[in-house]
């Protein structure tokens, strides 16, 4: 059988840790082939191992059949490797065209021939679907309109086999499918593709083969159309995963968090919030379901202080925190999970012990007379690393060396663990696969019954129908309707975000 990739035996070393342990991948010609596994299973450590990023310690790289050495990305362009990677590597003042041609910029004797570049991104991105203008600045383009950048780059450098790592972590459901759609015209065009994921449904949808590692071994390739969910989810975790979420019926009582007419605007100057009414009470979940840009963020932002408020009131158990700054607001009682870990969540420069003790390192046990006790502060995050399962060296490892999906469990486990009176959760399972995803359902189904507020915003239906005892249907800034997820569906929500009405029960006509 000739592969177009083979990775054979491959091991990957890192100070106090083996991240590939022998594992191999053997990639078909014209498939998109999935590599899964859990956050920090070494998916990506193994991808950059086949762009040149990484040397292995040991174990053989074939491309088409024959023994390489990939010793750097511009080797691994060479043989028709790309990579667009998870968190994007773009400059945001050049334009598209700009962005793609570095490094490869085409000379009109001596200056950079910019309009050819031009026409020549334009076609390639006609001839695949990205519809990506290429005169546009990428800091004035959407994230998934950057990744489509992303894609072109490897294209334009002749890239034949593409490496995905975790593409549709940022992307809005639409974006999901027309990414989808994008990678099967590459596959029509004679690409083949290697997608790293932990999400099922995806792999189910688009994926021809799957192969399997969990904690740094290769556990198994399998054809996806002979495999179902349930049992990748094992594979990939080890054990099995509950896709539904256990809860009692909610009891809840006092209002925690209340919002009267709240006008916030956006970096446009536009009220992306307007005379917004909602009310969390303590013991309950409620959701926000919304498509991305109806004032979800905005809202967020204005209750935690990170943004002013034009007009309206926020009050948390009747006291008015609108406009206080971010650490007043935690200090009235609420948890931030925000939905860019990397600009709110995270100090990348500072262990990650230090980042889960962010919100309380200055108050006693840990600071004494203004002298911070690191011994104690330590502990602390070494006990709450492990009870919120974060796969990390140490405690003193840099944030920025974690994988997203452990980032963002350290996150949680600071926000969590205080027990605010509302804990605001944003995206919260964003790049988490199936069983830290369970992990974190429990959790804050756990805060509810504990008495506590929890309002969950997510761009995923299903979570939001799942957690959730209350949904608020958010539309141009306002909430439109409040539906029982027990009694509502996909399809009934999906039609008031997008701003329609819902058919009352015994309406005549």
Do not use: W
């Not at 008015?320 to 607001?329: A, G, M, Q, Y």
């Not at 990348?348 to 980042?355: A, V």
Request: charged residues 25%; negative net charge.
């Amino acid at each position: 059988m000739e592969y177009v990739i083979e990775m054979n035996n491959i091991r990957k070393e890192f100070p106090g840790i083996v991240a590939n342990d022998n594992v191999t991948l053997q990639v078909k010609q014209g498939e998109i082939h999935a590599l899964l596994g859990e956050n920090g299973a070494g998916k990506s450590t193994l991808m950059n191992v086949l762009f040149g990023l990484y040397q292995p310690e040991r174990g053989e790289i074939k491309v088409r059949g024959e023994s390489v050495k990939i010793t750097d990305p511009n080797a691994a362009n060479d043989l028709g490797i790309g990579m667009v990677h998870q968190h994007f590597m773009l400059i945001d003042k050049f334009t598209v065209t700009e962005n793609i041609i570095l490094g490869l910029e085409p000379k009109k004797g001596a200056s950079i021939d910019i309009n050819t570049a031009e026409k020549d991104v334009a076609e390639i991105s006609k001839r695949y679907g990205l519809r990506v203008d290429p005169k546009a600045k990428v800091e004035n383009i959407s994230v998934g309109m950057q990744q489509r950048v992303e894609i072109l780059k490897t294209l334009y450098r002749g890239a034949d086999i593409l490496i995905f790592d975790e593409p549709t972590a940022v992307l809005t459901p639409q974006e999901i499918n027309e990414l989808m759609e994008i990678m099967k015209k590459l596959i029509n065009e004679g690409k083949s593709i290697i997608l790293i994921t932990h999400k099922l449904k995806e792999i189910m949808a688009s994926c021809d083969r799957c192969t399997v590692i969990r904690r740094g071994k290769g556990i198994g390739t399998v054809d996806v159309s002979q495999t179902n969910p349930n049992e990748l989810a094992a594979m990939m975790v080890g054990r099995d995963v509950s896709f539904s979420v256990e809860k009692e019926d909610p009891s809840p009582t006092d209002v925690v968090l209340k919002v009267d007419d709240l006008v916030v605007t956006n970096s446009r100057n536009v009220a992306s919030v307007n005379k917004l009414n909602l009310e969390v009470r303590a013991g309950e979940i409620v959701g926000i379901a919304g498509v991305e840009g109806n004032g979800q963020s905005e809202l967020i932002e204005a209750i935690t202080g990170l943004r002013k408020a034009d007009s309206g009131s926020i009050s948390i158990s009747g006291k008015e925190i609108t406009n206080l700054p971010p650490r007043k607001v935690t200090e009235s009682g609420v948890g931030h999970i925000p939905e860019d870990r990397h600009k709110y969540g995270l100090v990348l420069d500072f262990t990650i012990g230090e980042n889960i003790l962010l919100q309380t390192y200055y108050q006693k046990p840990y600071t004494k007379n203004s002298v911070l006790n690191y011994p104690l502060m330590y502990k602390k995050a070494k006990q709450l690393i492990e009870e919120y399962d974060v796969r990390t060296p140490n405690e003193k490892t840099l944030a920025r060396s974690l994988s997203g999906g452990n980032q963002q469990k350290a996150i949680i486990a600071r926000e969590v663990d205080r027990s605010p009176d509302l804990l605001i959760a944003a995206q919260p399972t964003r790049g988490l696969d199936v069983g830290a995803i369970e992990f974190i359902h429990r959790k804050l189904i756990e805060e509810r019954d504990n008495g506590k507020a929890v309002l969950l915003i997510s761009l995923e239906l299903d979570e939001v129908l799942n957690v959730s005892d209350r949904i608020a249907v958010i539309y141009e800034g306002q909430i439109i309707d409040i539906v029982d997820p027990k009694t509502t569906s996909e399809q009934e929500l999906g039609l008031l975000m997008a701003g329609g009405k819902r058919e009352k029960v015994g309406d005549q006509g």
